[in-house]
């Protein structure tokens, strides 16, 4: 991660000026200071990716003074500057958690490598950092891809292996839970920045207010709490794929900034002037009709065929044939693996209900109902139709209307959410829990049945 602004503390002029050129011609953007009092006050008014102090000045210990830095911005990088007479304080720095040490006179050669290696660690921080925070909260549809054999997907795999290698924007749709982000990766992984960052951001899960800062990052005081500059998701996507997930939730003054950004590949920080530029893919997803949203004016034109540049549409699970029951078997051996159980092949029963079922949280839904059902099974591995109906998935067959008709697949969805909703107390949360859908499917089904007409709790 590229270091914008150092500080500079040392009580010699000399040794301030010739740092701060060494420096300026390695392109940074330099402070130089000769007191710990300056270097307290300067603090305070403005962000630095980087301290490089002596030890000894002339109104305390620079070493002490960097612990206290550490302290009040923990992700501070620290370097010290010392005398041959002063390398066991050196190596009492870097115990104490100071990056490097340089030894006076400073040499410029030793200086840049020592700044490349500090960039590349910044680097490789905060990609652990966000794939820290992704393991925790990323639920993938099951381990490794299978695409299935229906038509729709065979051609979905065959328009991946032909943009993979491409930079072109893709626009991925299809409804929650069909493997969009799946699909994300795989045009990642088949790409020439394969070994580059694959970085998530979900426009869904994070607030109106915040989502700016989450986009391009901000600089110190941009706003209350911003204690210390922070790079953004495209920052740190730099050289690899950015994957805006749930797209269509981004409100419009930033869909007005973020078509800037897919133009030029520049943005510049919340609260910050210094334009930064991305060599980023993007690929953004969403659950709804984009071109819907455009009409209805609740997602920009502009942005929308910026975006569509390779569109990937999704089937639902209920559209795909014999997939089902492939990803039913694999599911089933999967969570009989990880739960210690040697599962058999489900029943004539099972598979008819599960056929018979709308699914409408598709191969998430399917992963989550078949785990329950492992976890219930008898103990010789025997799968029955209760085992997959124990937090109210409703799994019966279509059943006859009293005019003789069949209900549809979405009527029979509609009913199971309304008795969903009715069972857990109108709590939406508990009612997606109990479908094994997401928070957001579940708010989406509820306006387009209001939409409809529908009387929604």
């Known amino acids: 991660m590229k270091l914008e602004k150092i500080l500079v503390l040392d009580d010699e002029s000399s040794v301030r000026g010739v740092l701060a050129d060494l420096l300026k011609e390695l392109n940074y953007s330099v402070l130089a200071v000769p007191s710990i009092a300056q270097a307290r006050l300067i603090l305070k008014q403005d962000a630095f990716d980087l301290i490089i102090s002596d030890v000894r000045l002339n109104d305390g210990n620079g070493l002490e003074f960097l612990q206290e830095v550490k302290k009040t911005y923990p992700a501070m990088q620290l370097v010290v500057m010392t005398g041959f007479g002063s390398l066991d304080s050196a190596v009492e720095a870097l115990r104490l958690g100071v990056f490097d040490y340089l030894v006076k006179p400073i040499d410029g050669a030793r200086l840049s490598v020592a700044l490349e290696r500090l960039e590349e660690v910044r680097k490789l921080e905060a990609e652990n950092t966000y794939l820290r925070q992704e393991v925790t909260s990323?639920?993938?549809?099951?381990?490794?891809?299978?695409?299935?054999?229906?038509?729709?997907?065979?051609?979905?795999?065959?328009?991946?292996?032909?943009?993979?290698?491409?930079?072109?924007?893709?626009?991925?749709?299809?409804?929650?839970?069909?493997?969009?982000?799946?699909?994300?990766?795989?045009?990642?992984?088949?790409?020439?920045?394969?070994?580059?960052?694959?970085?998530?951001?979900?426009?869904?899960?994070?607030?109106?207010n915040l989502l700016e800062s989450e986009f391009f990052g901000h600089e110190k005081g941009a706003f209350t709490g911003a204690v210390q500059r922070r790079e953004g998701r495209f920052e740190l996507a730099h050289t690899g794929t950015l994957l805006l997930d749930e797209i269509s939730e981004i409100p419009p003054d930033l869909q007005v900034k973020l078509l800037r950004v897919l133009q030029e590949r520049e943005f510049e920080r919340v609260g910050g002037n210094k334009t930064i530029s991305a060599d980023i893919r993007v690929i953004a997803t969403t659950n709804r009709n984009l071109m819907h949203e455009v009409r209805e004016g609740r997602f920009r034109e502009d942005l929308f065929y910026r975006l569509n540049v390779v569109p990937i549409e999704l089937p639902p699970l209920r559209d795909r044939g014999e997939d089902l029951v492939r990803l039913a078997d694999y599911f089933i051996a999967q969570f009989g693996r990880k739960h210690g159980r040697k599962m058999k092949a489900p029943g004539r029963e099972v598979l008819m209900r599960m056929k018979a079922y709308g699914w409408p949280g598709n191969v998430r839904e399917l992963q989550n109902v078949v785990e329950r059902a492992v976890i219930l099974s008898t103990e010789n591995g025997d799968l029955r139709?209760?085992?997959?109906?124990?937090?109210?998935?409703?799994?019966?067959?279509?059943?006859?209307?009293?005019?003789?008709?069949?209900?549809?697949?979405?009527?029979?969805?509609?009913?199971?959410?309304?008795?969903?909703?009715?069972?857990?107390?109108?709590?939406?949360?508990?009612?997606?829990?109990?479908?094994?859908?997401?928070?957001?499917?579940?708010?989406?089904?509820?306006?387009?049945?209001?939409?409809?007409?529908?009387?929604?709790?």
Not at 140 to 166: F, S
Not at 402 to 408: M, R
């Open 385 to 457: 139709v209760e085992d997959f109906t124990p937090l109210g998935v409703n799994m019966q067959a279509a059943r006859p209307e009293a005019d003789g008709g069949v209900q549809t697949i979405a009527q029979m969805e509609q009913k199971m959410i309304l008795k969903a909703l009715q069972r857990c107390g109108n709590n939406r949360t508990h009612a997606a829990e109990l479908l094994g859908i997401s928070l957001r499917t579940l708010r989406n089904k509820i306006s387009e049945y209001r939409e409809a007409g529908v009387t929604v709790p």
């Open 138 to 208: 990323r639920a993938t549809a099951g381990g490794g891809i299978d695409w299935g054999t229906c038509e729709a997907m065979q051609r979905v795999k065959e328009l991946i292996d032909k943009i993979a290698v491409t930079d072109a924007t893709v626009l991925i749709q299809g409804e929650s839970g069909t493997g969009k982000e799946v699909v994300a990766k795989a045009l990642h992984d088949g790409s020439p920045r394969a070994d580059k960052p694959f970085i998530r951001v979900n426009c869904a899960a994070i607030s109106a």
